[in-house]
């Protein structure tokens, strides 16, 4: 080993030696907790990925599964309470060959797989029934496939059909979702879900497909459709007319400086409304025309008399000549006529009131009027309607603004703190990881070179002596010059001849490195010949 390796351990065992029984016991706990540290690590690092194998098992079949698991040696974690079966990544495909080929889970939906199993013999409610049996597990494990969604239950409500059209009602459906942990369906989702449910079955409208998750909320409403009903659709429509006219008002005022509250009141009828307008043509175009002309000429007898008083006939002028004419002329003039038919939806606006308070530190200088102006047109105000906005200075309660401040300053602080733990934890188990690689690097290099040289006796030395000193070489037994080492305690220690020599020897190596590997080589020659 090189001198100064030697030189360093020989003053880390002196420094080690000088410890006080405390030091040395901190010492010992440092040095187990590093180990202790990077066995952890270790052991983190190595850990396997852990991936689903199934989910929304049953107990039977997670219980079936985990037999099956264990037979094989393959290590798994429960999730979910016990729903969910993790595995390793690399064993998941081979497992689920294995339970598909021991037929699990067995708890599942069927779909159009439970029309293999009927026979020619079924009635007609068993198809029926059997049908729309498939037609719901098809649809639950198509909508369990979407993202978040944890398992799905479709329940179908089909009637019977009828020869009488006016009596015939449409399908209906119910969806029930149960989403994952922390996962909340969006709005487009639930579109999704209600369109893929309603155009799976012939003849349902939309509207039919009623959506409601595990926490008993109603997703989408029968009658309704996927928009949520009159409330949901008002809270909506507040919301968005809120923001927008708070990002209006942040940026004039500054944030924090004004608060918007918006009161929407909508419709919760919905209505078919037709209506028929008729209007001229600008060119008067006849749809058809008809003209009658009766024409009379000659002489005839006395003219027919009139019935006087008591109904006694009064003989009238006899001087009549029979002449008659008649003229009757019929005509149908085209005319435009429009039909509108309009569905009117519920969640239509009667009315709207927005208001809106402004700090008055904030609003000094301010005028009023352009603020009310500014929100009613970002509010679309329709004063016809009788939309009214109402905005007013006041002073806003600073109490805890304060408190606030503080609160953010301290939960900022408590981050930065626990990133520079962080930090700190991985800079010592970083930097105990490299110890240990150097230090085991320094065993590995010190074992290979104990094992490679040759022991020598020390009676050696004294006939190397001989040939140094036949050669007119420096002597061996000239005083090492020791490097300059910390203030240690004084160590009793004598040295013995066989160290003494070692020293010159190294002492000799380090001065003339290859006139001391020849005298070894020629000493290793003259042993071997003798």
Same mark, same amino acid.
Request: glycine share 8%; proline share 4%.
């Given at each position: /080993?090189?001198?100064?390796?030697?030189?360093?351990?020989?003053?880390?065992?002196?420094?080690?030696?000088?410890?006080?029984? *405390?030091?040395?016991?901190?010492?010992?706990?440092?040095?187990?907790? !590093?180990?202790?540290?990077?066995?952890?690590?270790?052991?983190?690092?190595?850990?396997?990925?852990?991936?689903?194998?199934?989910?929304?098992?049953?107990?039977?079949?997670?219980?079936?599964?985990?037999?099956?698991?264990?037979?094989?040696?393959? *290590?798994?974690?429960?999730? @979910?309470?016990?729903?969910?079966? /993790?595995?390793?990544?690399?064993?998941?495909?081979?497992?689920?060959?294995?339970?598909?080929?021991?037929?699990?889970?067995?708890?599942?939906?069927?779909?159009?797989?439970?029309?293999?199993?009927?026979?020619?013999?079924?009635?007609?409610?068993?198809?029926?029934?059997?049908?729309?049996? *498939?037609?719901?597990?098809?649809?639950?494990?198509?909508?369990?496939?979407?993202?978040?969604?944890?398992?799905?239950?479709?329940?179908?409500?089909?009637?019977?059909?009828?020869?009488?059209?006016?009596?015939?009602?449409?399908?209906?459906?119910? %969806?029930? %979702?149960?989403?994952?942990?922390?996962?909340?369906?969006?709005?487009?989702?639930?579109?999704?879900?209600?369109?893929?449910?309603?155009?799976?079955?012939?003849?349902?409208?939309?509207?039919?497909?009623?959506?409601?998750?595990?926490?008993?909320?109603? +997703?989408?409403?029968?009658?309704?459709?996927?928009?949520?009903?009159?409330?949901?659709?008002?809270?909506?429509?507040?919301?968005?007319?809120?923001?927008?006219?708070?990002?209006?008002?942040?940026?004039?005022?500054?944030?924090?400086?004004?608060?918007?509250?918006?009161?929407?009141?909508? =419709?919760?009828?919905?209505?078919?409304?037709?209506?028929?307008?008729?209007?001229?043509?600008?060119?008067?175009?006849?749809?058809?025309?008809?003209?009658?002309?009766?024409?009379?000429?000659?002489?005839?007898?006395?003219?027919?008399?009139? !019935?006087?008083? @008591?109904?006694?006939?009064?003989?009238?002028?006899?001087?009549?000549?029979?002449?008659?004419?008649?003229?009757?002329?019929?005509?149908?003039?085209?005319?435009?006529?429009?039909?509108?038919?309009?569905?009117?939806?519920?969640?239509?606006?009667?009315?709207?009131?927005?208001?809106?308070?402004?700090?008055?530190?904030?609003?000094?200088?301010?005028?009023?009027?352009?603020?009310?102006?500014?929100?009613?047109?970002?509010?679309?105000?329709?004063?016809?309607?009788?939309?009214?906005?109402?905005?007013?200075?006041? =002073?806003?309660?600073?109490?805890?603004?304060?408190?606030?401040? $503080?609160?953010?300053?301290?939960?900022?602080?408590?981050?930065?703190?626990?990133?520079?733990?962080? +930090? !700190?934890?991985?800079?010592?188990?970083?930097?105990?990881? %490299?110890?240990?690689?150097?230090?085991?690097?320094?065993?590995?290099?010190?074992?290979?070179?104990?094992?490679?040289?040759?022991?020598?006796?020390?009676? @050696?030395?004294?006939?190397?002596?001989?040939?140094? @000193?036949?050669?007119?070489?420096?002597?061996?037994?000239?005083?090492?010059?020791?490097?300059?080492?910390?203030? +240690?305690?004084?160590?009793?220690?004598?040295?013995?001849?066989?160290?003494?020599?070692?020293?010159?020897?190294?002492?000799?190596?380090?001065?003339?490195?290859?006139?001391? $590997?020849?005298?070894?080589?020629?000493?290793?020659?003259?042993?071997?010949?003798?």
């Amino acid at each position: /080993m090189p001198a100064q390796v030697t030189s360093a351990f020989r003053r880390f065992s002196d420094a080690i030696r000088a410890f006080t029984i *405390a030091q040395r016991t901190v010492a010992i706990i440092g040095v187990a907790v !590093l180990v202790l540290g990077i066995a952890a690590l270790s052991m983190w690092v190595t850990k396997p990925a852990y991936t689903p194998l199934f989910s929304g098992l049953s107990g039977v079949d997670a219980n079936s599964i985990v037999e099956q698991l264990r037979a094989d040696g393959v *290590a798994y974690e429960l999730s @979910d309470g016990g729903a969910t079966i /993790m595995v390793p990544e690399a064993n998941v495909y081979d497992e689920r060959l294995k339970a598909a080929a021991a037929g699990l889970p067995t708890s599942s939906t069927g779909g159009y797989s439970l029309l293999d199993t009927m026979g020619v013999t079924s009635s007609e409610f068993q198809q029926s029934v059997t049908y729309k049996r *498939a037609l719901e597990g098809e649809l639950a494990s198509t909508i369990g496939a979407l993202d978040g969604v944890q398992t799905a239950s479709v329940k179908l409500a089909i009637p019977e059909d009828s020869v009488f059209v006016s009596t015939k009602n449409d399908p209906t459906a119910s %969806v029930f %979702v149960q989403t994952k942990n922390g996962v909340s369906l969006s709005n487009s989702q639930v579109q999704a879900i209600v369109h893929l449910t309603s155009a799976s079955i012939d003849g349902m409208p939309p509207e039919n497909v009623s959506v409601v998750d595990a926490a008993g909320t109603v +997703l989408s409403a029968v009658g309704v459709g996927a928009t949520g009903s009159a409330d949901q659709q008002a809270s909506d429509y507040e919301s968005r007319v809120r923001d927008s006219v708070q990002n209006m008002l942040d940026r004039v005022v500054g944030p924090g400086n004004a608060t918007v509250v918006v009161a929407a009141d909508m =419709s919760y009828e919905s209505a078919q409304r037709t209506e028929e307008s008729f209007t001229s043509p600008e060119q008067g175009i006849a749809l058809n025309e008809s003209t009658k002309i009766e024409t009379y000429a000659g002489t005839g007898g006395g003219a027919a008399g009139v !019935l006087g008083a @008591d109904n006694i006939a009064v003989a009238a002028n006899e001087s009549g000549d029979g002449t008659f004419n008649s003229e009757d002329s019929t005509r149908n003039n085209a005319v435009n006529k429009v039909t509108e038919s309009r569905t009117i939806p519920a969640g239509s606006i009667n009315r709207q009131t927005i208001s809106v308070a402004v700090d008055a530190d904030a609003a000094a200088g301010m005028n009023v009027a352009d603020v009310t102006s500014l929100v009613a047109s970002a509010a679309g105000i329709d004063t016809t309607r009788g939309d009214a906005v109402t905005v007013e200075v006041v =002073s806003f309660n600073q109490a805890g603004a304060a408190d606030a401040a $503080a609160a953010l300053a301290a939960a900022e602080k408590a981050a930065a703190d626990a990133r520079l733990a962080s +930090l !700190l934890r991985i800079a010592i188990i970083t930097a105990g990881i %490299v110890i240990m690689v150097v230090v085991s690097l320094i065993l590995y290099a010190r074992r290979s070179r104990r094992q490679s040289r040759e022991p020598v006796d020390v009676g @050696d030395l004294s006939e190397m002596q001989n040939v140094l @000193d036949s050669m007119n070489a420096p002597t061996l037994l000239t005083p090492v010059i020791p490097q300059k080492l910390p203030v +240690l305690p004084p160590i009793n220690y004598t040295m013995t001849e066989a160290d003494t020599r070692r020293a010159e020897i190294d002492q000799l190596a380090q001065s003339d490195p290859k006139r001391t $590997a020849e005298f070894l080589r020629n000493l290793m020659d003259d042993r071997q010949n003798a």
